[in-house]
């Protein structure tokens, strides 16, 4: 049995979740798969300049949490990068927000769209 975990608040969705080198083909075996959780620690830490304490305020978990997560999604980074893998940003455990909490700031992107879609664990394609 999986051993249960806190969500993890996820504030924007990858708007698109498949990347690598253009040269090269997808086949399974050269890809690593990016979490949305660990995703979302990339795109606050580095794109947003949050500070690990402050990304971890803003997904609800633990500082050292957010840390494992960041470090776990560095190392992916370098992996396609580096052995010009595909990288594939799917699943993970994690909650979108739905951008009414007042926790969340500047690096929610719930805001800038539309409420009221409550995300039911597929992402859709429009
Ligand atoms: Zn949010």
């Known amino acids: ?41 990339i795109r606050l830490i580095d794109l947003e300049g949050f500070k690990q304490a402050e990304c971890a305020k803003q997904m609800n978990v633990a500082r050292s949490t957010v840390q494992g997560i960041y470090m776990e999604a560095r190392k992916k980074l370098a992996d396609s990068l580096v052995n010009g893998k595909v990288l594939l940003i799917e699943g993970g455990e994690y909650r979108l927000c739905e951008g009414l909490g007042a926790d969340c700031g500047r690096g929610c992107h719930r805001h800038r769209r539309g409420r009221g879609t409550i995300y039911n664990g597929t992402p859709s394609r429009l």
Not at 11 to 17: A, I, Q
Not at 28 to 33: D, F, G, M, P, Q
């Open 1 to 41: 049995m999986a051993r249960p975990m806190k969500w993890r608040k996820v504030c924007c969705l990858p708007e698109s979740n498949k990347f690598g080198p253009l040269d090269s083909p997808a086949d399974r075996k050269n890809r690593v798969t990016m979490t949305v959780d660990e995703y979302e620690t």
